[in-house]
Each structure stands twice: as structure tokens, then as C-alpha cells.
Nanobody, 114 residues
Framework: QVQLVESGGGLVQPGGSLRLSCAAS????????MGWYRQVPGKQRDLVAA???????NYADSVKGRFTISRDNAKNTVFLQMNSLKPEDTAVYYC????????WGQGTQVTVSS
């Protein structure tokens, strides 16, 4: 059974940083591209960053240059380093495959506010 557990969210001031983690279990993690998604109430869930099994990355234009996705295949974990956070980054953040394949985890709330 696939399990995705996101953590690391919180309340941060504009311009601040957070590092999100997603621990995956029940899958051969290293062979999958992974992605971080975010969702605000009433809107669809959007992909913000993805990383292939080889470590190639791509980002939504809205986060390019501020967010960095990485992975540790030995720990079945994918990370999202978020710098220069803006109020519009406020959302619940989730991880899944680069094209969603599994049930969503509980997500982690990120709130950017002064």
C-alpha cells in the first residue's frame, strides 16, 4: 500500500523560507519521477515542481528561481526548499508522482503572512 507523508509546513513571513519533506513507502521510489503540488480552497491542485528519477527538474513559472526540488532515494524522500516566499504561495502542499498515480496524502499547510 502506497503511503505519502508530507511535513515541514508552517507559518512564515513574506521573504522567509521553509523546507518540505515527503516520505514515500510502498513503492519502488527511485524509479519514479516525483512532484510537489499545491492547492488553495476552491481551486485545482497544481504541479509546482517535479524531479525525474535521474534528478532532472522543472518548475512552474510562478516558483522558478525560488523553489528547489530534490530527492534522497536512499530515504525514499522528496524535498521542496522554498525561499523568498510570497503570500500567494499560501496553500496546502502535496507530493505524488510526476503524473499523479497514488492516493493523496494529508498534505502540509504553508501560510505566508505578516
Amino acid at each position: 500500500q502506497v503511503q505519502l507523508v508530507e511535513s515541514g509546513g508552517g507559518l512564515v513571513q513574506p521573504g522567509g523560507s521553509l523546507r518540505l519533506s515527503c516520505a514515500a513507502s510502498g513503492i519502488p521510489f527511485s524509479i519514479y519521477a516525483m512532484g510537489w503540488y499545491r492547492q488553495v480552497p476552491g481551486k485545482q491542485r497544481d504541479l509546482v515542481a517535479a524531479i525525474t528519477s535521474y534528478g532532472n527538474t522543472n518548475y512552474a513559472d510562478s516558483v522558478k528561481g525560488r523553489f528547489t526540488i530534490s530527492r534522497d532515494n536512499a530515504k525514499n524522500t522528496v524535498f521542496l526548499q522554498m525561499n523568498s516566499l510570497k503570500p500567494e504561495d499560501t496553500a496546502v502542499y502535496y507530493c505524488n508522482a510526476g503524473v499523479p498515480l497514488w492516493n493523496w496524502g494529508q498534505g502540509t499547510q504553508v501560510t505566508v503572512s505578516s
